[in-house]
Structure formats: C-alpha cells, structure tokens
C-alpha cells in the first residue's frame, strides 16, 4: 500500500483503483476529489467513488479488498436510503475511502462520461461535470449546493445544461429545481 501516515486517503485510494480496475468494475470518483477537477478547490481528508454494481455483488469485492490488505466495513442502507451501500476501506493510518454501491437515481452512463486523469502514475476516473452537478444538488447539503454553483461557474460556457438537468431530473423533481434556480442565479442560463 502507498499511504505510510495519515492524512493519506488519496493514496488508499489509488491501491482501492487497482483492486477495481483488476476485477474490471466502473467507478467514478466524486466528492472533494471530483470538486477539485471541477474547479473547487476545498481542503478534505476523504477520497470517495461510486461504484456500478449492485449491493448484492458487493461482499464478494469486500472479500477482494480483505484479501489486498484493506481493512473493510460494508454498511447496508435502509430501504428508503438513496444509497444501497457503503464499502469503506481503511488502513492502519485511519486514511479512509467510501465506495457508494447503489446510487438510486444514477444514470449508467455516468460511468461513461467520466475524465481519466493520471496521479501518480495511475489513471483515476473522476465523475463527469453534469453528473458531478447533479449528484450534488440531489445531496442537497449546504456544501453539496456550494460545490453545485460553483461548479456551474467555473464551468463557464461548457456546461450541457440539457443533459445536466435531464440527470437531475432522474434524482426527482427537487434536484431538478434547484439545478434551475442555480444555473438562473450564476448566469449561466443563456
């Protein structure tokens, strides 16, 4: 494993990458780590991914990552949870990535639309800015909806609005409106 201190999550997280990668799975890494792509830069420990599989395929890549040398904890969500899981993976640093299983309103393409970019020599693909958005506004945190706007802003005239709020739309009604009133407030509605 990379990380030998703590404060290391995005390292953890290029070991979790290689362990996706091996079993051929998709991910899309997403929050500070995606916001920083975006145009948001924020100070956070964490390192987080959403993975396309199923909760039901899940322990077996919990097996995967005990048997690399990951510490494990697989969380199940509630039946009106957005998310169906939670896989987190520590090591003995307490460095630290969530890998979100399950993400109710998610469109598949996601995975497709994701940006490949190198750190330290391992590809890492980060959610893509429209998914980003509307992932965000579906949260619907304060800091959720600050990264929302400011992504819109950075993103300037390279915003798919239509495809933004066609992917918020499948997280409801409310992520919709709110993506509309964001994008009317910063602008970027021309």
């Not at 040398?69 to 520590?90: K, N, Q, W």
């Not at 958005?133 to 304060?142: E, L, Y």
């Amino acid at each position: 494993m990379r990380a030998n201190r703590a404060g290391q999550s995005a390292l953890l997280l290029l070991d979790a990458v290689g362990v996706l990668a091996a079993g051929k799975i998709p991910y899309a890494v997403i929050g500070a780590m995606a916001a920083s792509v975006h145009g948001i830069v924020r100070a956070s420990m964490d390192a987080d991914a959403v993975l396309s599989l199923t909760i039901q395929e899940t322990p077996k890549l919990e097996r995967e990552f005990r048997a690399a040398g990951f510490h494990t904890e697989l969380r199940r969500g509630d039946p009106d949870d957005p998310i169906a899981g939670v896989l987190s993976l520590t090591d003995p640093y307490a460095n630290r990535v969530d890998l979100l299983v399950g993400l109710r309103g998610l469109e598949p393409g996601a995975f497709s639309r994701t940006i490949g970019l190198i750190f330290q020599d391992v590809e890492l693909r980060v959610v893509g800015l429209e998914d980003f958005i509307a992932m965000k506004v579906f949260a619907g945190g304060p800091q959720d909806l600050a990264d929302a706007r400011a992504a819109i802003v950075a993103a300037g005239g390279h915003l798919n609005r239509s495809l933004a709020m066609e992917l918020a739309r499948r997280f409801g009604r409310d992520p919709a409106k709110v993506l509309e009133r964001l994008v009317a407030e910063s602008g970027a509605s021309s």
